[in-house]
């Protein structure tokens, strides 16, 4: 088993910036790629941006050139550093790990961190 537990989030006013933190404990060998998604209440949670073991970053259109995901394999630690936050990005921000237990894929989440963006 992966445990997450995300910080850093909060309330910022619109062109502001936070950074989220995900640390993973327990079985953290078997972890690949990590990433955040987000949710609004009464929406479907959506991919912001994820990570692969190499480092290779992807993200959700409506954050590039704005969020940068990034991870610290020696700490089982990913980021996400947000600048020019929008209103439209408040939701409730969750850490995402994907691993590989003897061939069977498991999908671990944290259980998420509020960011209030304020116009």
């Known amino acids: 088993q992966v445990q997450l537990v995300e910080s850093g989030g909060g309330l910022v006013q619109a062109g502001g910036s936070l950074r989220l933190s995900c640390a993973a404990s327990?079985?953290?060998?078997?972890?690949?790629?990590m990433g955040w998604y987000r949710q609004v209440a009464g929406k479907q949670r959506e991919l912001v941006a994820f990570?692969?073991?190499?480092?290779?970053?992807n993200y959700a259109d409506s954050v590039k050139g704005r969020f940068t995901i990034s991870r610290d394999n020696s700490k089982n630690a990913v980021f996400l550093q947000m600048n020019s936050l929008k209103p439209e990005d408040t939701a409730v921000y969750y850490c995402?790990?994907?691993?590989?237990?003897?061939?069977?894929?498991?999908?671990?989440w944290g259980q998420g961190t509020q960011v209030t963006v304020s116009s």
């Open positions: 995402n790990a994907l691993g590989v237990v003897m061939g069977i894929v498991r999908n671990y």
């Open positions: 327990g079985s953290t060998f078997s972890i690949g790629t």
């Open positions: 990570i692969s073991s190499d480092g290779s970053p």
